[in-house]
């Protein structure tokens, strides 16, 4: 369900990589790229870098600007990531995704960014984007050969709305699989099975679902909260009775449109984030 598109502009737009031939294809048809939101108020802040859901095939706007525009006005910076999708394939969104991560590190002074409080923000396939980032942020390189290549790319928290967890053809979501692993799927839809890879240093993490999303089934989100609790990370879940697949801010369902606020809670209180709120 999309709602009406927000008018924020961003402050600027910062390309993740500087050269053509990091983007893996000769054509060079799309340079994934950075829109930033910092916040106008004064003092260091947290952070959230957000990945739209799509599928692994388009980026959805509405969980883009939408989501970027209520952070900030909860307190936080906001960016946007713009990550390569089809015909890109695994693991180029990962690596868009890590080095979206070291940029906003390297260049925190510049936004009044706390390095040690950048949440990353995901929803549905994008959600399996940021959770991939967040158990494999030491198993992929994302390097340029820039001053970005000294930051961690391991984000503080992460924030999941109806994640794609697992591509398994019974609880998961088979069509991203699809897309992101193309004529891989078979071979890596094990590998990378998100629950079976969180360990003890996986980041905090809030998540919510709705028990009635028919896109995405909300095991997606239990079986991630079920390894995060085995492995001792602290996290949140919300799951919501009602509503359909890729709510957003859900603004017509007054209980789940609460789920930013709860997102600031958590941030604040588990993860130590300075919110100004």
């Known amino acids: 369900m999309a709602e009406a598109q ?19 294809r000769p054509e060079g048809d799309f340079q994934p790229y950075l829109d930033c ?9 947290g952070g959230i870098l957000i990945c739209p859901g799509g599928a692994y095939c388009g980026r959805a706007p509405h969980e883009g ?13 906001a960016f946007v990531l713009q990550y390569r999708v089809q015909p890109y394939v695994y693991p180029a969104p990962q690596l868009d995704a890590l080095r979206a991560m070291k940029i906003l590190r390297s260049r925190a002074r510049e936004w009044n960014l706390a390095p040690d409080q950048l949440a990353l923000c995901g929803f549905s396939a994008g959600g399996h984007l940021a959770a991939s980032v967040g158990v494999l942020y030491d198993r992929l390189q994302a390097e340029d050969g820039d001053e970005a290549d000294r930051e961690s790319a391991r984000p503080d928290a992460l924030v999941l709305g ?9 609880w998961g979501h088979r069509g991203s699989g699809e897309w992101l692993l193309a004529d891989r799927l078979e071979e890596l839809e094990e590998q990378l099975k998100l629950n079976l890879l969180v360990t003890a240093e996986t980041p905090p993490t809030f998540l919510w679902h709705t028990a009635a999303d028919a896109a995405v089934p ?13 492995n001792r990370v602290k996290f949140a879940l919300h799951v919501f009775p009602e509503g359909a697949h890729g709510l957003g801010l859900a603004p017509e369902l007054p209980e789940v449109r609460r789920w930013p606020e709860l997102c600031r809670d958590f941030l604040k209180h588990n993860c130590r984030f300075c919110c100004g709120n």
């Open 37 to 45: 939101f910092p916040h106008p108020g004064g003092g260091v802040r």
């Open 65 to 77: 600007v939408d989501i970027a525009e209520r952070f900030n006005q909860l307190g936080f910076h």
């Open 218 to 230: 909300v095991e997606n989100s239990l079986y991630f909260a079920e390894a995060l609790s085995r």
């Open 6 to 24: 927000s008018t924020l502009e961003p402050r600027c737009r910062i390309r993740l990589w500087r050269e053509d031939t990091h983007c893996g």
């Open 162 to 170: 109806y994640p794609v967890i697992s591509f398994d053809r019974t």
